[in-house]
């Protein structure tokens, strides 16, 4: 059996577990044992900043993904099964769309000469563009469509396991469909909604993609620390040890969340 | 679910408003894509093939897309049968260690890609499979190989292995009673894993930034790169293509999956 998985497990070592272990390495020795970079990482103020407006953006991102999710999730879970599909399709559907097209999407949408500007104007609701990207605006706008799924699907898989009768016992007993939502569904969607938080939270900690296109250069999350030292600046140890810290964070949340529901029901989703 | 309260009518309204949020993006490269305006203007003022011309037409685009489509057919054969593998001694194996190894085979939907990215071109750089097409397609059989994992994963659970052990106390061997009992089974969940794989391999892009350069650059490496400086409109048709592609291939998947349950 253990000859079966050594050629996936011998990729795996090879193209994750090695280069991360490189990483941490790198990000400790140079030329001998220094704790430089990481002093470095946590005293310098573009290092702070950035760290600070990821997490800033991550929670943003996660908090908007929830308030947007939800309604969602908690619709397709109370149609009749041929709606719910059709609305879990639609929420699935930009999912598998390549994250390079959604970031051109969003530009074409949020520019100044953009679709929206244009409408907006159209309608003389504003005589001067408004600046919509190439800000923090613009990257969250655009991580919050590409996360949404990540955050629908997990609530939705919880709320459908929860059982009717409870919702009708609720009722039955007098309580008014608000208080039965908010005292008996709402807490048994708690699982789902930390499965879906964690997956959002985590996912948009390491976002690259959009930020580097929707963020104009001003947003610099840590991602972006990382290529940036690699790419510009040939600080490998400062990229390793910022890439070191960033990996350490993500880890730390997804044991801690491990306590309190499986790590399957947050990464099956994926 | 009969009577509509105020709570519910917000319900609709909200989930309405977030549902076009998710759809219209995706869908507004379409009329762009066809549109013949050089600058974006919207509604486009007439149709044109004029972008779809331009990319069939170029030569650094089409080479784009010959290594996009190599390496994403070789990452679904090298990562299908190493992920069909794998799954198989998980699901059977009753070895301690197998969870970890579980585990492991999902570190890359856990580790931050950006992060694996650079760690890759790190140990590329040192053995020299930076800018090469092994280099390329070996990265993406990693990254791909979760998703066949998990699906074909998904797949034994509805499979009972006593099936097998009867083929094997009839005298077949174990390879053979694989292939003439459990493989046929579970045929949809691995052509689903092995279609998840492809879409990953042909959208992949930050390791691609990092490790791909010369001649051997997919896709959406040049595509980053044509955004950063400027919005061209043939991008908008390559989004559409690549958009039609991915959905059609999801759709295949997703008949699979409900068949193999």
Request: proline share 5%; hydrophobic share 55%.
């Amino acid at each position: 059996m253990l000859a079966l998985v050594s050629p996936a497990l011998l990729v795996i070592l090879a193209l994750i577990v090695l280069p991360v272990g490189w990483l941490a390495w790198q990000s400790i020795y140079h030329d001998g044992f220094t704790l430089e970079n990481y002093r470095r990482v946590f005293t310098e103020d573009i290092y702070w900043r950035s760290f600070a407006l990821t997490f800033e953006i991550s929670l943003a991102v996660t908090l908007i993904a929830l308030l947007l999710g939800y309604p969602v999730a908690y619709l397709a879970n109370a149609l009749p099964k041929g709606w719910s599909i059709l609305v879990l399709a639609l929420v699935v559907l930009p999912f598998w769309t390549s994250v390079l097209v959604r970031a051109y999407a969003w530009l074409v949408l949020l520019q100044r000469s953009g679709v929206i500007n244009q409408l907006l104007r159209h309608l003389e609701l504003i005589s001067e563009p408004l600046a919509l990207v190439h800000n923090s605006f613009g990257t969250v706008v655009a991580t919050v469509h590409i996360l949404l799924p990540f955050m629908v699907l997990p609530l939705y898989a919880t709320m459908q396991k929860i059982p009717n009768d409870l919702m009708q016992a609720g009722a039955s007993l007098g309580a008014s469909p608000s208080l039965t939502f908010f005292r008996v569904f709402l807490p048994l969607s708690l699982p789902g909604v930390l499965a879906g938080c964690t997956m959002v939270f985590v996912l948009c900690l390491g976002f690259y993609i959009t930020p580097e296109l929707l963020g104009g250069g001003r947003t610099v999350m840590v991602s972006m620390l990382v290529s940036r030292n690699v790419e510009l600046y040939n600080q490998f140890g400062a990229a390793s040890a910022v890439a070191v810290v960033l990996l350490a964070g993500v880890l730390a949340i997804f044991f801690v969340v491990s306590r309190f529901i499986s790590l399957d029901r947050v990464l099956g989703q994926k | 679910m009969t009577r509509l309260s105020p709570a519910r009518i917000l319900l609709y309204v909200i989930s309405a408003l977030v549902l076009i949020y998710l759809i219209l993006p995706v869908l507004i490269i379409v009329p762009i894509s066809f549109s013949s305006a050089r600058f974006l203007t919207f509604p486009p003022p007439s149709f044109s093939l004029r972008w779809y011309q331009q990319y069939f037409s170029n030569p650094a685009w089409m080479q784009a897309t010959q290594v996009t489509l190599t390496v994403a057919v070789l990452t679904v054969l090298i990562a299908t049968p190493c992920g069909v593998a794998a799954a198989y001694a998980i699901s059977q194996s009753k070895l301690r260690i197998m969870r970890l190894i579980h585990m492991a085979l999902l570190l890359p939907l856990v580790v931050p890609i950006i992060i694996t990215a650079v760690g890759i071109f790190f140990v590329y750089a040192k053995v020299g499979l930076v800018a090469t097409m092994p280099g390329l397609v070996l990265a993406n059989v990693m990254l791909g190989l979760p998703y066949v994992v998990i699906s074909v994963l998904a797949g034994l659970q509805s499979f009972d292995p006593a099936q097998e052990m009867v083929a094997r106390s009839l005298g077949m061997n174990r390879l053979r009673s694989f292939f003439a009992v459990t493989l046929p089974q579970i045929k949809s969940s691995v052509v689903a894993g092995g279609i998840f794989a492809f879409i990953s391999a042909m959208d992949e892009t930050i390791v691609a930034l990092f490790i791909s350069g010369g001649q051997y650059q997919p896709l959406t490496k040049r595509m980053f790169t044509a955004l950063r400086d400027e919005i061209d409109p043939t991008i908008a048709a390559i989004s559409t293509l690549m958009t039609a592609a991915s959905f059609m291939l999801v759709l295949l998947a997703s008949t699979r999956q409900k068949k193999g349950g």
